[in-house]
């Protein structure tokens, strides 16, 4: 009747431990737990969303148009484009827009290539070095898009300038 009373309480208090770990196992998840999602928070704005877009259709003469490398330029992924003096073209966080062009170097007596363009959801730099002068300028560079927020997109370009 000892031994029976020794394994009864020995069972008792297993049994006890385990629901005790149980409960306060760090891992386990309440259904009222919330998860704060890491890609937007106060502390770091959302990033800039750069898309690909066709060539734009009211681009009728003399233009510059970039894609993010060699590979997309071939291709015709194209991540900006202008006029060459007036409107810039974009798909930015899913919306084409066009903007007006602030300032652009003179690229056929520079061989740095600069643009600003900026509207009130967007300033847009584009900086350049002309790579190949032949029929169009090659260029190589940087693209760097800055929101209202605080968010900076900075990519590398590829592209051509010419008429």
Do not use: W
């Not at 003399?62 to 993010?68: K, L, N």
């Not at 060459?84 to 966080?93: P, V």
Request: glycine share 4%.
């Amino acid at each position: 009747m000892k031994y029976l009373i020794i394994l009864f309480s020995a069972f008792m208090l297993i049994a006890c431990k385990k629901e005790k770990e149980t409960v306060t196992n760090p891992t386990d998840k309440d259904s009222v737990h919330i998860i704060q999602d890491s890609a937007k928070t106060d502390s770091q704005p959302a990033s800039i969303l750069v898309d690909v877009f066709p060539f734009p259709k009211e681009i009728k003469e003399c233009s510059c148009y970039f894609a993010r490398n060699k590979a997309d330029f071939e291709n015709e992924k194209y991540i900006y484009a202008d006029d060459a003096g007036k409107t810039a073209y974009m798909k930015l966080d899913g919306k084409r827009i066009a903007m007006n062009l602030i300032s652009s170097s003179d690229m056929e007596v520079d061989e740095e290539l600069t643009k600003e363009i900026e509207n009130e959801n967007y300033k847009i730099s584009v900086k350049g070095k002309k790579i190949k002068h032949e029929e169009v300028l090659l260029f190589e560079g940087t693209l760097t898009i800055e929101k209202p927020d605080g968010s900076i997109t900075t990519m590398p370009i590829y592209g051509e300038c010419g008429c």
